[in-house]
């Protein structure tokens, strides 16, 4: 193996070993029940199978080759999430038209400010969720 592709081997493992965060969903298409795993930080990266185990195990033979291809075109490998920390503070610049919208509604739901964006932010949340889950284009192993 030479220099490069021992990096390149290197730089796979490395990432590979990264605490991606995981999601399996049970599907139906009308012929039966299957199951996608996918790895939220590498969208593209999408495995099916017949079980939840099989699937699981599709995702984690793909990944290597995956992340090679991907690095192999120069993309930047992303960090997982579980990373990040998050203090739940959020500086957020609105047109002062919609800050005040949202400070009249908010009066009239009789909640904060603060309290009417969390829960507007969480319904929209959930419904983008919903929308994700129906337009989610399920990848069936041949």
Known sequence: MTGKNKDLQDRVKYYCSFPYTITLDQEDDGNGIYYV???IELPGLI??????AEA????EAEKPEFIEL???LGKTMPDPITSH??????????SS????????VA???GVSLNQYMVSTLAR??????????ERKAPYKKK
């Not at 920390?85 to 609105?94: A, D, H, M, P, T």
């Not at 929209?124 to 969720?129: P, T």
């Open 85 to 94: 920390k998050y203090s739940g503070n959020i500086v957020l610049r609105l």
């Open 70 to 72: 991907c690095l192999k």
């Open 97 to 104: 038209s919609l800050h005040e919208t949202l400070a009249k």
């Open 47 to 52: 495995m099916t199978g017949y079980t939840p």
């Open 37 to 39: 795993a996918r790895i």
């Open 107 to 109: 009066q009239i739901e």
């Open 124 to 133: 929209a949340v959930g419904r983008d969720e919903v929308l994700i889950k």
């Open 56 to 59: 699981l195990a599709e995702l």
